[in-house]
């Protein structure tokens, strides 16, 4: 199912499409560049919201209206106490069935790029450095 909403173009240096692209091959989280970065603009909006409302440890999730109509029959059914009850339990049952196997080696894999991102950074100020230097 494709998203609906308006289309915008963006222009990124070629290292960080490759960076990107270095991501989404590791990732089958996310289907393509633009929903990465769809969803990486809104993460860093709340999360910034969220710093400035005095929330700076909570995190905001999105959720469509179906998913809303089904925690509210749940409400309704006695099955959870409210919205915030309904999405800890669903969270904790998931975290619970996690592979946390496949979770360490994502995180070795993103701790790998962001040294990779450092190292290419200070290669490029370094070259930078001498060009000007000469």
Known sequence: MRAKGERITIRLPEKDLRLIDSF????VEFSSRSELLRISAKELIDNRIARTK?????TFVSVS??????IDYLIKKGRFKSREAAL???LRDYLEAV???K?????EKLQKIKYQLAT???MEKEI???YLKH
């Open 120 to 122: 290419a950074k200070m």
């Open 88 to 90: 800890f339990e669903i």
């Open 65 to 70: 209206d179906d998913q809303i109509s089904v």
């Open 99 to 101: 592979p946390w196997e």
């Open 103 to 107: 979770v360490e080696k994502a995180e």
């Open 128 to 130: 930078e450095n001498n």
């Open 24 to 27: 989404l091959e590791e990732e």
């Open 54 to 58: 005095g929330h700076a440890g909570e």
